[in-house]
C-alpha cells in the first residue's frame, strides 16, 4: 500500500483514509455492468465526501469518460486542477457562471427556457460555440423540464443549433425510485424518457449521449443504460440497494476508512452519567474511551447511544449523546491506551464497522454518512498512481478530450 506524504508530521487526531486502488476497481467492476454504454464517474460534493480532484483523478485512469459534478464551481474546480475529461455540470441558478463553463469546455444542463437563454447570451458574449444537455423532468419532480414544457426547449435549442450559439450534446433525467426494484415509477419514467428522446431527434437534435441510469440503475437495470451511466455512490464502494446486497455482492469494495484516536481512557464508578442529558449511566464500574469526532466532524448525533465503533478488537456503541467534537464508548472494563485506534468504519475486512451500519444507527442511508465528514478530518490517501492521462497539471486546463 502507498500512502500519499502528509505535511503534517504529527499523529493525526482522526483521518479518513481514502483507497483509491478500491475506487480504481470499482471504476472497473461498474464497466463491466454497463458495458456497451461511457462511464460518467460523479465526483459531486467533494466525491461524497471522499475528495474531489483526486478521486476524479482516480476514476479517470481508471478508464471514466466523463465526470459530473452538482454545482458550477465543482466543475471549475476540476478544470483548474487540469482535469481535462468530458464534464457535466447540473445544478444551475440564474446568473450563474455560463461563460466560464463555456469557455472551459464543460457541459451545462438546460431545464428551462430562462437557462437556454442565459446560455446563449453568454455564448454570444464570448464568441464561442456553448454545448449543453437538456434534462426531462420525467417523473421525479425536481429539476428537469416539464413534458408539457418540453416541446419549446427542445425548438428554441434547435433555433439556438442553427444560429451556431450551442451544440446539444446530450438528452438525460433521473430516476425517483431505482433503489426500489419493481416500483411502477421506474417503467413509466423510462417511457417518458424515450418519448422526450424521441421528440427531439424528430425535430432535428443529434445528441452524443442519452442517460438516466444512476448507481442502482446500474446494477438493477439493465435496460436503462442507453449510451452513457452515471455511478455516484457505487464508485465509493457503497451499496445503493443494500435491500438486494451489499456492496461486496455487487463486486464493490468501500474507499473510505473513518478511524480516530482515542483522547483519553478513564475508570469510573457505577452509576456514573455519560455525557449531555445522563441518557447514559453506567450500569457496573467500567472504562470509558473519549473519541475525539463530532457532529461538527459529521458523526449523526441521531446515532447518539447506537453508532458502532471497533476499538481493541471488540465493537462498542457510543454512550449517551454525540457531541459536537466527541463521543463517548463504554469499553467494559477494557484498557487500551490513550492514542489507541477506534474505527468508526470502513471496509468490514478487520471486523470494524460499514458506512451502513452507521447508516442503520442513524436511520438515515449510508450516502449521507460519507458526505457529511467534514474538513476537520484529514483525507489521507493510499495506493495512489503516479500519472494520470486526464490531467496536465502544467498544460491549459480548456481543452476537453
Not at 101 to 106: G, L, P, Q, W
Not at 195 to 200: K, Q, R
Amino acid at each position: 500500500m502507498t500512502e500519499t506524504p502528509m505535511r503534517v508530521r504529527a499523529p493525526l487526531r482522526a483521518r479518513a483514509e481514502i483507497d483509491l486502488a478500491a475506487l480504481r476497481a470499482n471504476v472497473h467492476a461498474l464497466r463491466a455492468r454497463a458495458p456497451r454504454a461511457r462511464l460518467m464517474a460523479v465526483v459531486k460534493a467533494d466525491a461524497y465526501g471522499h475528495g474531489m480532484v483526486p478521486c476524479a483523478r482516480a476514476a479517470v485512469l481508471a478508464g471514466a469518460d466523463w465526470l459530473g459534478t452538482a454545482t458550477p464551481q465543482e466543475a471549475l474546480a476540476l478544470r483548474a486542477a487540469g482535469l481535462r475529461t468530458r464534464l457535466l455540470c447540473w445544478l444551475w441558478t440564474p446568473g450563474g457562471p455560463w461563460r466560464e463553463a463555456i469557455e472551459a469546455d464543460i457541459d451545462v444542463s438546460v431545464s428551462a427556457r430562462w437557462a437556454l437563454d442565459e446560455v446563449c447570451a453568454a455564448a454570444r458574449d464570448c464568441g464561442r460555440t456553448a454545448r449543453v444537455q437538456l434534462k426531462a423532468d420525467t417523473g421525479l419532480g425536481r429539476g428537469g423540464c416539464q413534458p408539457a414544457d418540453w416541446p419549446e426547449l427542445v425548438g428554441a435549442a434547435l433555433a439556438a443549433e442553427a444560429e451556431g450559439l450551442l451544440r446539444v450534446t446530450g438528452l438525460w433525467s433521473h430516476y425517483a425510485c431505482a433503489d426500489e426494484p419493481g416500483h411502477p415509477s421506474i417503467a413509466a419514467q423510462t417511457a417518458r424518457f424515450d418519448e422526450a428522446v424521441a421528440h427531439a431527434e424528430k425535430a432535428g437534435l443529434r445528441p452524443e449521449v442519452r442517460h438516466i441510469a444512476n448507481s442502482p440503475a446500474v446494477l438493477t437495470l439493465p435496460e436503462s443504460q442507453y449510451d452513457l451511466v452515471r455511478p455516484g455512490v457505487a464508485l465509493y464502494g457503497i451499496s445503493p440497494v443494500p435491500q438486494l446486497g451489499s456492496a461486496a455482492d455487487f463486486g464493490l469494495r468501500p474507499v473510505m476508512t473513518l478511524s480516530a484516536r482515542l483522547g483519553l481512557v478513564k475508570h469510573v464508578p457505577a452509576g456514573h452519567g455519560v455525557s449531555y442529558g445522563h441518557h447514559y449511566v453506567t450500569s457496573a464500574p467500567t472504562t470509558l474511551g473519549l473519541v475525539p469526532l463530532g457532529y461538527a466532524d459529521g458523526i449523526p448525533r441521531h446515532a447518539s447511544g447506537k453508532g458502532p465503533v471497533l476499538v481493541g478488537g471488540a465493537w462498542r456503541r457510543v454512550a449517551g449523546r454525540v457531541a459536537m467534537d466527541q463521543f463517548v464508548v463504554d469499553l467494559g472494563g477494557d484498557e487500551p491506551a490513550a492514542g489507541a485506534e477506534a474505527v468508526l468504519f470502513g471496509p468490514g475486512d478487520r471486523g470494524e464497522p460499514t458506512a451502513e451500519d452507521w447508516a442503520v444507527a442513524a436511520d438515515t442511508i449510508a450516502y449521507e454518512i460519507v458526505t457529511r465528514i467534514g474538513p476537520r478530518v484529514d483525507r489521507v490517501y493510499v495506493n495512489e498512481e503516479p500519472a494520470d492521462p486526464g490531467t496536465d497539471p502544467d498544460g491549459p486546463v480548456g481543452a476537453a478530450r
